[in-house]
């Protein structure tokens, strides 16, 4: 059974930066597309970023684009996501997702694993 727990949520003031990570175990990491997405308060969960099982790519929501960079490291089964020029908007609890062979969809139903999630506020 697939595993993800993350970490490095916090406070943090807008413009600022956060980094965080997921740790995977349980099967083959290299086989699963890993995804962040976030949920506010009163809001739907949405799609933050994707990484693709079969390569480099990697896909993006709008909001996000030029700001976050999402990266998986397939050596200790982790998967990463830098957040710089935070916005208050970007307040949310932000949860790891995996999809084995997943094709990065950006809908929260075609991921079968979840994190526990961990929470970020960005204060003005």
């Known amino acids: 059974q697939v595993q993800l727990v993350e970490s490095g949520g916090g406070s943090v003031q807008a413009g600022g930066s956060l980094r965080l990570s997921c740790a995977f175990s349980?099967?083959?990491?290299?086989?699963?597309?890993m995804a962040w997405f976030r949920q506010g308060p009163g809001k739907e969960r949405e799609f933050v970023a994707a990484t693709l099982w079969s390569g480099t790519n990697r896909i993006y929501a709008n909001s996000v684009k030029g700001r976050f960079t999402i990266s998986r490291n397939n050596a200790n089964n982790t998967v990463s996501l830098q957040m710089n020029s935070l916005k208050q908007e970007d307040t949310a609890d932000y949860y790891c997702a995996a999809s084995y062979r997943g094709l990065g969809r950006e809908t929260k139903y075609s991921y079968n694993y979840w994190g526990q999630g961990t929470q970020v506020t960005v204060s003005s």
């Open positions: 349980g099967r083959s990491f290299s086989g699963y597309t």
